[in-house]
């Protein structure tokens, strides 16, 4: 069955919920209800500085997401792109879907003239890494974080 990219759209809700919830599961986490309110809410929106999503679908069903974001930086000019979450259904791993989603959003941040995609994934995401590492280049960078 082909699979199609495309924008997130309202009706995709609930599927959009099952995908997100999946993906949160996958690395052990979890957010309350409205959490997940306020996202949809805010990739609905068509604000430029928000985050947006694209979905996979197959046979009318979704089977992967991405929630990417625009932002400045302070080494340059240009915009660039963060692409926070991806995720596909296990029945759609190495089919293709995440390498389309993420080319993509490639393409969406090329015609908006960002200088360049970046993500983060789990140092023992081996299936993810993978694909990352045929499709872009890995960073000397390591994440920090401090919970407020």
Avoid at 12 to 29: C, I, N, V
Avoid at 32 to 46: G, H, I, K, P
Avoid at 99 to 104: D, G, S, T, V, Y
Wanted: hydrophobic share 40%; proline share 3%; net charge neutral.
């Amino acid at each position: 069955m082909p699979v199609t990219i495309r924008p997130l759209a309202a009706a995709d809700r609930s599927g959009w919920a099952d995908l997100w919830t999946a993906y949160l599961t996958f690395y052990d986490s979890a957010v309350e209800d409205s959490v997940y309110d306020s996202n949809f809410a805010r990739l609905m929106r068509n604000d430029p500085r928000d985050f947006s999503g694209l979905v996979a679908e197959q046979d009318g069903k979704l089977v992967g997401l991405t929630h990417y974001l625009f932002h400045r930086h302070g080494w340059r000019i240009e915009e660039v792109c963060f692409l926070q979450d991806l995720y596909t259904v296990q029945d759609a791993r190495g089919q293709g879907v995440g390498r389309r989603l993420i080319e993509a959003v490639n393409d969406i941040a090329r015609r908006r003239g960002a200088h360049n995609v970046y993500w983060n994934t789990a140092t023992d995401n081996a299936a993810a890494r993978a694909l990352y590492d045929r499709i872009a280049t890995l960073t000397p960078f390591l994440k920090y974080q401090k919970v407020l």
